[in-house]
């Protein structure tokens, strides 16, 4: 599951065309807006479950007065009233999780395993499920010659959502990537139900998800959670990765020292010399 809002054909090809070649047979739904009828049809094309949604509209102040009627509906129901209104406000990025949560809500039960990903900038060289998947929630670290404290996108997300006691606890932890996470249906939909109460209570279109994945892996863990960290585990973040740490099987995948491939491949784009050479190899 994921998100393709406001991008181009050439953008959407190359998750959908590796994720094929890598030999995945299982659903893809995709959260959808903003999208030209070549996109639509190619995607409809691969058999693609398509979640509409319209994109942010209401800025804070908007926001709030457009949330005012609810006040007056009893809780359940002023609940449900500020769900359906959360996406009119909140980035599309955050808004995602509500749809995707919805979906599992309805479907679940159809699907042992889910993947959130996200899309522009993910590769795939394997199934994304071709390993062990451990029982609960699975989440992917980024290099860990970064912590949450060194990275000024982490840091300042962590600080706008949070606040400074947070972020001084948080700071010295790995960053957990809140564009790739593997779990079984219930622990995914249970991730993404943690992740939407936060984001209700920001009322913030500034607001973003990843310094709400991290405080949830970090200070409100699930019972059943695992860490993969680079180069231990099925998927690569690569942005804060050199060059000439890369290892090659002789495919022209990359792989973990131990010689397995990397299922997944996040943030690819980064490596502006590798990008076209994996993009050539793999779609």
Known sequence: MGLVSGMT???????????????YRGDV???VSDLDAATQAFLRARRVQLIPFQKAGLKRFSAGVARLPGYFLPRQKRRLFERQLAPAYLHH??????????????????????????????????????FEVPDGLSVFLEDLTKTIGDC???????????????LRELSDRPIACAGTIIGTAAA???????????????KDRKTIDQPVH?????????????????FAGPVLTMVYIEPARLQFNERGQIINPDGSVINTLHQYDRHHELAPKLLKALT
């Open 29 to 31: 739904a995709m959260v």
């Open 152 to 166: 000024e996108f982490n840091s300042s997300g962590m600080l706008r959502v949070f606040g400074k006691k947070i």
């Open 93 to 130: 990025h955050c808004a995602r999780h509500f749809f995707c949560e919805d979906f599992l809500q309805e479907c679940g039960a159809h699907y042992t395993h889910v993947m959130l990903a996200d899309t522009r900038d993910v590769l795939f060289q394997n199934d994304p499920f071709a």
């Open 9 to 23: 054909l050439d953008q959407v090809q190359p998750f959908f065309l590796s994720l094929e070649k890598s030999g």
């Open 214 to 230: 991290n405080y949830l892996v970090y200070k409100k863990p699930p019972a059943k959670l695992h860490r993969f960290a680079n």
């Open 188 to 202: 995914i939909r249970e991730h993404l139900a943690r992740i939407n109460k936060i984001l209700l209570a920001q």
